[in-house]
T-cell receptor, first 113, second 112 residues
Framework: KAGVTQTPRYLIKTRGQQVTLSCSPI?????VSWYQQTPGQGLQFLFE???????NKGNFPGRFSGRQFSNSRSEMNVSTLELGDSALYLC????????????FGPGTRLTVL | AQSVTQLGSHVSVSEGALVLLRCNYS??????LFWYVQYPNQGLQLLLK??????LVKGINGFEAEFKKSETSFHLTKPSAHMSDAAEYFC??????????FGTGTRLQVFP
């Protein structure tokens, strides 16, 4: 069974631009969560989607948004990029109907110049 | 509110020595606890999880962790370190929502 995939793996943007990251969960997994990892703040929860609905949200500004499609694939969008948005963005999926562990993808490394 | 504290941002051991990575948690509800490992330029890999079924949890790659409610601890151990164990390790807590609260991580170095 294929793992969680994230595209692109690396991205370079400039301040003020917007970016969209994509995540495909493990087959059969219906919950998708997003995390931001930075050297200063560590791993922080962004949001979680299930059945195309955001169920939980972390403490991030409204510039960070996401969505989930009917096939459980998810995207997250960051608008008006700031230098501080440079980070590794990790996506994780979970089955929901048994087992509460989350399985992580390799991440997207975003650099904002 | 839930939180996790990992004591020691860096731990160094010799190959073959005992590995002990410390994790203390705070939770107002029975917690779900996890240990993840991250190798350079990769995502997080689940090592093991505690979900109240047993206090001693065995994971992959020879790692295990013991849940001690009285000490609010969930320390990760491995009897004999291998060079391939060098990585960053994260302890995380959840209240069975999908929000994982992570510790700050412990970087394990293994010397030959």
């Amino acid at each position: 069974k294929a793992g969680v995939t994230q595209t692109p793996r690396y991205l370079i943007k400039t301040r003020g631009q917007q970016v969209t990251l994509s995540c495909s969960p493990i087959s059969g997994h219906r919950s998708v969560s997003w995390y931001q990892q930075t050297p200063g703040q560590g791993l922080q929860f962004l949001f979680e989607y299930f059945s195309e609905t955001q169920r939980n949200k972390g403490n991030f500004p409204g510039r960070f948004s996401g969505r989930q499609f009917s096939n459980s694939r998810s995207e997250m969008n960051v608008s008006t990029l700031e230098l501080g948005d440079s980070a590794l963005y990790l996506c994780a999926s979970r089955r929901v109907d048994g087992g509460n562990e989350q399985f992580f993808g390799p991440g997207t490394r975003l650099t904002v110049l | 509110a839930q939180s996790v504290t990992q004591l020691g941002s860096h731990v160094s051991v010799s190959e073959g020595a005992l590995v002990l990575l410390r994790c203390n948690y705070s939770s107002s509800v029975p917690p779900y606890l996890f240990w993840y490992v991250q190798y350079p330029n990769q995502g997080l890999q689940l090592l093991l999880k505690y979900t109240s079924a047993a206090t001693l949890v065995k994971g992959i790659n020879g790692f295990e962790a013991e849940f001690k409610k009285s000490e609010t601890s969930f320390h990760l151990t491995k009897p004999s370190a291998h060079m391939s164990d060098a990585a960053e390790y994260f302890c995380a807590v959840s209240d069975n929502t999908d929000k994982l609260i992570f510790g700050t991580g412990t970087r394990l170095q293994v010397f030959p």
